[in-house]
């Protein structure tokens, strides 16, 4: 018997294990504004806090996309809306 074909099987039996397990602890409330998602730095903003890192980061992705879509010929002076 080959062994390949179980391997499909294996793997959906144990994500269907995986979910049946009960979920791992919350960051305690006193360390919620100190955590971070490893390996994505910045992924969380505190608005409340300083709204700077935040303008920062969307200033830079406007400029990222309308940098793009120069490289692409296409008019980058309006960017489209987002809805």
């Known amino acids: 018997m080959k062994p390949f074909p179980l391997r499909p099987g294996a793997s959906t ?7 049946c397990l009960p979920r791992r602890d919350a ?5 919620t504004e100190k955590a971070v998602i490893p390996g994505i730095p910045n ?5 409340d806090h300083d709204l700077t890192p935040f303008i920062e980061d969307a200033v ?3 400029k990222r996309e309308s940098e793009e879509l120069a490289k692409a010929g296409k008019p980058n002076h309006i960017l489209p809306l987002a809805n």
């Open 13 to 19: 039996l144990d994500m269907f294990l995986q979910a």
């Open 27 to 31: 960051v305690p409330p006193t360390l």
């Open 43 to 47: 992924a969380r903003y505190r608005l």
């Open 60 to 62: 830079q992705s406007n």
